[in-house]
């Protein structure tokens, strides 16, 4: 199975790249963590997104707030599908983040979830990888069906005190 590189501009955006981890964790999906910017480290996050697809990346997450340009350095540098996380800041509650996440020129496209969207950034990548992945379409498709489960039994629970 492929890998997910997960890049996150700065380690203050652990807690939201942990989301992912979490979700790539229980779909038994291989993957790595690092710490590149676009703007301290452009070298070495040039570097990782040329040779992700050779080191058996099959898609990335770039996880970036305020100006985040990560996503669309790492997606300027690979044709692997590159997800970008959006996160929030202090400053302007993450639409900052979302727009530069968003607002790719044509030719170099990046996925972008939610704002702090961490754990779908892992589900799109995994219905990527699942594409070509039975067994990770079925696990995607229990997954699915537990989900609903969850929402009905809380459905009926609500109903019942009505």
């Known amino acids: 199975m492929k890998k997910i590189a997960i890049i996150m501009g700065s380690d203050s955006d652990l807690p939201i790249v942990t989301k992912a981890t979490d979700m790539l964790k229980s779909l038994d999906i291989p993957f790595e963590v690092h710490v590149y910017s676009a703007h ?23 996880a970036a707030g305020m100006a985040a340009h990560l996503a669309g350095a790492i997606a300027a540098n690979t044709t692997l ?16 983040a979302l727009l530069s996440t968003v607002q790719m020129p044509t030719g170099i496209p990046v996925a972008t979830v939610a704002i702090n969207g961490g754990a779908n950034a892992a589900l799109l990548c995994a219905q990527i990888l699942a594409v070509e992945d039975k067994e990770l379409a079925a696990k995607l498709d229990a ?12 459905d009926a629970a609500i109903s019942a005190q009505f």
């Open 40 to 62: 301290r480290t452009p070298v070495e996050a040039r570097d990782f997104a040329l040779s992700a697809r050779e080191n058996g990346f099959g898609a990335i997450i770039a």
């Open 81 to 96: 599908p590159v997800v970008g996380i959006p996160c929030k800041s202090s400053n302007l509650d993450g639409m900052d």
């Open 143 to 154: 997954k699915r069906a537990s989900d609903a489960a969850k929402v009905l039994e809380k």
